[in-house]
């Protein structure tokens, strides 16, 4: 799929051009909905930008005439410009997931991408790591927060 080694390449163009030219969405479930090829190329680029040492591996491909699976896991450097509002960490990140494209007469309508919001939020130190007093504290006053507000919320 042009898309997938348009990543692998880095490649904007490359990454948008089975795009449907006019119905196209990638929607990465952690982060949100992209709709266009321009919209799709300014994220790429942005992601590109913020971790310059970007490296993209498939791990496996399962596709038949109107879908197509992608396991796959990147690494990089938080050392760039800022990732959807996020300053540059100079932090290590290593995610795995999965991306599921939708086509229709050889185009891409839909991809959905799937990948662990949460696990890329600690690596770059915008979560605490797991299992640690900060995760354990928040985790903690999250509950409280829960079990005190309980009464209010089944009145409304």
Same mark, same amino acid.
């Given at each position: /799929?042009?898309?997938? *080694?348009?990543?692998?390449?880095?490649?904007?163009? *490359? #990454? =948008?051009?089975?795009?449907? %030219?006019?119905?196209?969405?990638?929607?990465? &479930?952690?982060?949100?909905?992209?709709?266009?090829?321009?919209? =799709?190329?300014? +994220?790429?680029?942005? /992601? +590109?930008?913020?971790? %310059?040492?970007?490296?993209?591996?498939?791990?496996?491909?399962? $596709?038949?005439? @109107?879908?197509?699976? &992608?396991?796959?896991?990147?690494?990089? @450097? !938080?050392?760039?410009?800022?990732? *959807?509002?996020?300053?540059? @960490?100079?932090?290590?990140?290593?995610?795995?997931?999965?991306?599921? !494209?939708?086509?229709?007469?050889?185009? #891409?309508?839909?991809?959905?991408?799937?990948?662990?919001? $949460?696990? !890329?939020?600690?690596? #770059?130190? /915008?979560?605490? %790591?797991?299992?640690?007093?900060?995760?354990?504290? /928040?985790?903690? !006053?999250?509950?409280?927060?829960?079990?005190?507000?309980?009464?209010?919320?089944?009145?409304?």
């Amino acid at each position: /799929m042009a898309s997938v *080694q348009g990543v692998v390449t880095r490649d904007l163009d *490359q #990454i =948008v051009e089975r795009g449907h %030219p006019d119905d196209y969405l990638d929607d990465f &479930v952690a982060v949100g909905e992209f709709r266009g090829r321009d919209a =799709v190329r300014g +994220f790429f680029g942005e /992601m +590109f930008a913020a971790f %310059p040492d970007f490296e993209f591996t498939v791990e496996r491909v399962v $596709a038949d005439d @109107t879908a197509v699976a &992608v396991k796959w896991h990147a690494e990089a @450097t !938080f050392t760039g410009g800022r990732f *959807q509002g996020i300053e540059p @960490t100079g932090k290590r990140v290593l995610i795995r997931g999965c991306d599921f !494209f939708e086509i229709e007469d050889g185009l #891409i309508r839909r991809n959905t991408v799937f990948y662990d919001g $949460a696990s !890329f939020a600690r690596q #770059i130190g /915008m979560l605490p %790591p797991k299992n640690s007093f900060a995760d354990r504290a /928040m985790l903690w !006053f999250f509950n409280a927060k829960v079990r005190l507000t309980r009464p209010f919320r089944r009145r409304t």
